[in-house]
């Protein structure tokens, strides 16, 4: 297993158009988490699922945007019709959810430009 | 979810030991402490955690004192590649809130 992986690295993209990215967790982490992380802020909670149920989403999450797990592997978050203001790098993290966690496993993100 | 509070920058010299303090003060009884290393442009890396009393691994140790409302990173002998924002987390696995980080400059 070689950690979290995320896809692509790099997206740039036209305002108004949508973009989809993929996370693979690490494959006994049955939760996995998107965040949002701007120039100079830590990474801002968005959603997360125990396998493939989505339990909790961020109030920063609007209905543009859409993440899903289908069968609790891979996810795939997608934002709608973009706009400059979702410029940013999205990170992806997985966990166990067993007594004793051990924390959080990140991905290297996706970088989104909206220009 | 429990806030945390660091300081924002610190500078040290190579060599020397580095400590980082975060206080936590409405820290839950199930909340574990857990410290997370950032450089630009990548995802945070776990460095280590802990609930009580004192943990050391390869890289660093972490102190929590018995009340648990704050705990220090400690990093030793610091050089130029831990240069980076350190995060210190307060929570479980449901969900947990980073704050801004402390950016940690290691002078030559």
């Known amino acids: 297993d070689t950690g979290v992986s995320q896809n692509p690295r790099h997206k740039i993209t036209k305002r108004g158009q949508n973009v989809t990215f993929r996370c693979d967790p690490i494959?006994?982490?049955?939760?996995l988490y998107w965040y949002r992380q701007t120039l100079g802020q830590g990474p801002e909670f968005l959603t997360y699922?125990?396998?493939?149920?989505?339990?909790?989403k961020s109030r920063l999450l609007s209905d543009r945007f859409s993440a899903e797990r289908p069968k609790g592997s891979f996810s795939t978050l997608e934002i709608q019709r973009t706009e400059q203001g979702d410029s940013a790098m999205y990170l992806c993290?997985?966990?166990?959810?067993?007594?004793?966690?051990?924390?959080?496993?990140f991905g290297s993100g996706t970088r989104l430009t909206v220009v | 979810l429990a806030k945390t509070t660091q300081p924002i920058s610190m500078d040290s010299y190579e060599g020397q030991e580095v400590n980082i303090t975060c206080s936590h003060n409405?820290?839950?009884?199930?909340?574990?402490i857990t410290w997370y290393q950032q450089f630009p442009s990548q995802g945070p890396r776990f460095i280590i955690q802990?609930?009580?009393t004192k943990v050391t691994n390869e890289v660093a140790s972490l102190f929590i004192p018995a009340d648990r409302k704050s705990s220090t990173l400690s990093l030793p002998r610091v050089s130029l590649s831990d240069t980076a924002v350190y995060y210190c987390?307060?929570?479980?696995?449901?969900?947990?809130?980073f704050g801004t980080g402390t950016k940690l400059q290691v002078i030559p």
């Open positions: 494959s006994e982490h049955n939760r």
């Open positions: 409405n820290i839950a009884t199930n909340d574990y």
């Open positions: 993290a997985s966990s166990t959810s067993r007594v004793g966690w051990d924390g959080y496993t």
């Open positions: 987390l307060v929570g479980g696995y449901q969900k947990v809130t």
């Open positions: 699922f125990q396998n493939e149920a989505q339990l909790e």
């Open positions: 802990g609930y009580k």
